[in-house]
């Protein structure tokens, strides 16, 4: 098992930065890819972003791209998502996710190949 925990959401101003993180438990001698998703009022869950579990490897989705970093550090077992120029339609809860892997260098958007998922952390950008 594998226990995933954020923090960092809150409530920032249009144009502002919020660094939200995510420290991992359990069985961290596995190899995990590590996505930040977010799921708003009234839609899907979404993919954000992905890192690889040698960190080498990143994808973002569309609308985050150039403000938003994913990075992870495995000595410490955590996870991280730097957020600039924020806007509202930012807003919602975001979630955590570890995907068990055989490469160092494999990534996925799909939540379904997600074996574990922290309770998410809301993040509010008012305009």
């Known amino acids: 098992q594998v226990q995933l925990v954020e923090s960092g959401g809150g409530l920032v101003q249009a144009g502002g930065s919020l660094r939200l993180s995510c420290a991992v438990s359990g069985r961290t001698y596995r190899r995990y890819a590590m996505g930040w998703f977010r799921q708003a009022p009234g839609k899907e869950r979404e993919f954000v972003a992905v890192i690889s579990y040698s960190g080498a490897t990143t994808t973002y989705a569309d609308s985050v791209k150039g403000r938003f970093t994913i990075s992870r550090d495995n000595a410490k077992n955590t996870l991280s998502l730097q957020m600039d120029s924020l806007k509202p339609e930012d807003t919602a809860v975001y979630y955590c996710?570890?995907?068990?892997?055989?490469?160092?260098?494999?990534?996925?958007?799909?939540?379904?190949?997600?074996?574990?998922w922290g309770q998410g952390t809301q993040v509010t950008v008012s305009s």
């Open positions: 996710a570890a995907d068990s892997v055989d490469s160092m260098r494999t990534v996925t958007r799909n939540p379904a190949s997600y074996d574990y």
